[in-house]
């Protein structure tokens, strides 16, 4: 493979060449079943732990592939790379183990914990830059830097190295099964996941189905398949940092498009049930990317019943901080997080009777906060609303119909809820 390669050149014989590469450094990751999403889905689910990797993320292997296949020369002027994390976390461990110096760009919407452990991991190799709010505000420095610098630019995904290195996951599913499964589902960023495991399955496993899940706030590898070209998303939801991914990248875009992948597009509020399903009964910690591929189950991927299925389970780097809000998330998504805007009167007693007539036994205020107060008598509250199942919001809501204060549901459209979540 030359520097940067044909577009879209990444054969199986590349990812056999990048897993010796690693082999001393990286061991295989493990391949669990999961009894809980095999009942739920009537499927044979298995999860590729890529969360179990030294950086907790598939991400070492294209980076450590890339960036060992330097010739001397060209790791002497060092290396820069962007990242929303996980890659940034693989290039640290893989300079700390090469020896080479790197500069890595994140944006502000890096959780703290990542930026620990890219620290951590790059030892004295490694220097931190936040620049923007976005990956692709991080990637605009990161280019500029190279090109100033002579640094060499270690892509995340857009780079047949790269692809070839998180072919290997692929490569090891196969291994471990013993057999290639019916379908292999994979979390979609930039796309160096899916383009890895498309280009090993093409040669050796080709009638495997591969589907790539993509967050709904960031689907852009389908809108580069629909306009026959990498084109960059007009919005953005960076909630799903690992795979909020604005453009992809040219090389991924022309693997996928020459193999054509299903791809299905996973609600946000989705991703952090199952992100807390995947705590709670498997005892798992998964960010949001991670927690994608296994979020995109269902009936909607038309799997027969029985069909053996493995999820790459893409990473565990999660921020603890961060699950207020994924628990906020998932409660909405599930129906059972409400907010209100009720005119309460002013007078001891009125929360109460509130409560008393409105709320079921198992239902729960989680929210009171009084937004302001148009005259003595009454005033305006934002009430938020925890239903103990999503079912009993017909009868709260009938409820509401019957007291006399006025009442207005937020609902999860309305911009004044981007406030609350």
Sequence with gaps: MSEHGAVGAVTAADATEAARRFADVLPPTPLHRNERLSRHHDLNVWLKREDLTPVRSYKVRGAYNLISRL????????????????????????????????????????PKQKRDR??????????????????????????????????????????????????????????????????????????????????????????????????????????????????????????????????????????????????????????????????????IISEPAGALASAALGPELGLAPGATVVCVLSGGNNDVSRYAEIVERALIYEGRKHYFLVEFPQEPGALRRFIDDVLGPDDDITLFEYVKRNNRETGPALVGIELGAAENLAAVLARMERIPHRVERIAPDSPLFTFLT
């Design 71 to 110: 010739p001397e020369e060209r790791r002497a002027q060092g290396v820069v790379c962007a990242s929303a994390g996980n890659h940034a976390q693989g290039v640290a461990f893989a300079c700390a183990a090469l020896g080479v110096r790197a500069r890595v760009y994140l944006p502000r919407t890096t």
């Design 118 to 283: 890219i620290a951590w991991l790059g030892d004295k190799q490694v220097r931190m830059v936040v620049d923007g709010d976005t990956y692709d505000d991080a990637a605009s420095a990161a280019h500029r830097d190279a090109e100033e610098s002579g640094a060499v630019l270690i892509p995340p995904f857009d780079d047949p190295r790269t692809i070839a290195g998180q072919a290997t996951v692929a490569r090891e599913i196969v291994d471990q099964l013993g057999h290639p499964p019916d379908a292999v589902v994979v979390p979609v960023g930039g796309g160096g996941l899916l383009a890895g495991t498309l280009a090993w399955l093409a040669e050796t496993a080709p009638e495997v189905s591969v589907i790539g899940a993509e967050p709904r706030g960031a689907p852009s590898m389908a809108l580069a398949l629909e306009r026959g070209a990498p084109a960059p998303l007009d919005d953005l939801d960076p909630f799903v940092d690992g795979a909020a991914v604005r453009t992809v990248g040219t090389h991924t875009h022309a693997i996928a498009a020459r193999t054509r992948p299903t791809l299905v597009t996973v609600p946000e509020g989705r991703i952090c049930v199952e992100m807390l399903d995947l705590y709670q009964a498997d005892g």
